[in-house]
């Protein structure tokens, strides 16, 4: 049940567990001991508060920005076919998004908390920033999704790669390559292309024994995982927590319902947040605090160094097509030569097998890019909220 297939509830339909469509109702639920099993669907949203900006909010989203680099479109920056053969885009970008440099939001804290009060069994989570793991969400009940920035490997022999090496690559925004077989190394998240990580398809269950799914900071619109809400077992009760920016003050209201406030603030503390905070409003950076630079300027600020970085790899890839052209002059005139017979001439049956030849090779790879991101790329539909209770 993708964004596509979500449809908001009348307010005169009467829920089927809950007793009203309202954020007290849901603390109730939870508090009455029936919902022992909650799943967590979560997506960008949940970390734009951290800094980090998301991929489709208009004008600060890392596409909207990405469309105006040399790109064949926005998503190529995260696309395995176009990495293979142009690297340098997505580790100009990847130098600013690398872990160790955010701290996890309210909302990440609030995932822990529910773990800590036994409640949680399962986060999905499509975000690679890593802040769920930093948060204190126990492994065995995350799953990223997408991957994350926590490992890294060649994509030919998939053999690690040192985390400290990749560390200095990340920040001088340079490319890596595998130490055993000169591969090109990425980061363990998943490219448009490549498939779902196992743990994904094994969790599936998960969704489908909660007593209560909880969809934050996701736009719905990226298959497969689009589709989990849909798994839900008839009966259990389906939250959205999600507005044009997700943030903290959904799952702060939520906490204060349940009276666990007070504790999700020290929660957050722990983990590096809420120093600064007060219970149940917005984050609001005290007068000693440093400027955090925004997310504006931020992306504006990425999008310049990609830009930058393109055009050192554009000029790179024109004196690469040059030493082709001249390679491939060369192995014509030895074909040629070759096929010549004793008078000196092609013949024509030689003319029709070297033709046949080269039209039964692959003219491009875009094709079987298209065939394996069809389960993964986002279809354009209007976002629609889905049932439950909202803010």
Request: glycine fraction near 8%.
């Amino acid at each position: 049940m993708g964004a596509e297939l979500s449809t908001q509830v009348d307010a005169d339909t009467p829920p089927e567990t809950l007793s009203r469509r309202d954020l007290p109702a849901v603390a109730e639920f939870i508090l009455g001991g029936k919902c022992q099993k909650i799943v967590f669907l979560c997506g960008a949203g949940i970390s734009t508060s951290a800094g980090i900006p998301d991929f489709r909010t208009p004008g600060t989203g890392l596409y909207s920005n990405l469309q105006t680099l040399n790109l064949p479109h926005p998503e190529a920056v995260f696309d395995i076919s176009f990495f293979r053969t142009n690297p340098q885009p997505f580790y100009t970008l990847a130098k600013s998004l690398r872990p160790g440099q955010f701290t996890p939001t309210v909302t990440h804290a609030f995932i822990s908390l529910i773990a800590k009060k036994n409640l949680l069994h399962k986060c999905f989570t499509q975000n690679v920033d890593t802040l769920e793991r930093t948060a204190g969400v126990p492994p065995e009940m995350l799953v990223e999704a997408h991957g994350s920035f926590a490992g890294q490997s060649c994509i030919d022999c998939h053999a690690a790669y040192p985390a400290d090496k990749m560390k200095e690559y990340l920040l001088a925004g340079s490319v890596p390559h595998c130490e055993a077989c000169t591969g090109l190394v990425k980061p363990d998240i998943v490219f448009f292309g490549e498939s779902l990580p196992r743990e994904f398809h094994m969790g599936l269950s998960s969704v489908e024994e909660a007593d209560l799914v909880v969809v934050m900071g996701s736009s719905l619109k990226v298959y497969p995982f689009a589709a989990l809400p849909g798994r839900a077992r008839a009966g259990a009760v389906r939250v959205l927590i999600n507005n044009e920016s997700a943030g903290g003050l959904g799952v702060r209201k939520l906490a204060k319902e349940l009276g666990w406030a007070e504790e999700l603030e020290e929660v957050w503390k722990s983990v590096g947040g809420g120093s600064d905070k007060k219970v149940g409003t917005e984050a609001e950076s005290s007068e000693d605090a440093e400027p955090v630079e925004s997310i504006d300027a931020k992306v504006g600020r990425l999008t310049e160094e990609v830009e930058r970085g393109l055009s050192v790899v554009d000029g790179w890839k024109e004196n690469v097509m040059k030493d082709l052209s001249i390679q491939e002059t060369r192995i014509n005139r030895m074909v040629e030569a070759d096929l010549r017979g004793e008078n000196g001439e092609i013949s024509l049956v030689d003319q029709k097998n070297l033709g046949v030849a080269a039209t039964d090779q692959p003219t491009s790879s875009s094709e079987n890019r298209t065939s394996l991101n069809t389960t993964v790329k986002e279809p354009e539909h209007q976002v629609k909220k889905v049932d439950g209770a909202g803010e």
